[in-house]
């Protein structure tokens, strides 16, 4: 199975509950959103400002 490619919309919900959702568009203009919890979108945010984690 190959994973669809979806292209990031500069979009982002923040939940009160600390859910995040990354919105995103498919190849085929279907809208996806990525459901990250909180621990997981602080962890992607500080992979995405510091890859090499320094």
């Given at each position: 199975?190959?994973p669809?490619?979806v292209?990031?919309?500069?979009?982002v919900?923040?939940?009160?509950?600390?859910?995040v959702?990354?919105?995103?568009?498919?190849?085929?203009?279907?809208?996806?959103a990525?459901e990250?919890?909180?621990?997981?979108?602080?962890?992607?945010?500080?992979?995405l400002?510091?890859?090499?984690?320094?």
């Open positions: 199975m190959s669809e490619i292209r990031w919309d500069r979009e919900i923040r939940e009160p509950d600390g859910t959702f990354v919105c995103c568009v498919g190849e085929s203009g279907r809208p996806i990525l990250l919890g909180p621990e997981y979108a602080e962890a992607l945010g500080l992979l400002v510091d890859p090499d984690g320094e």
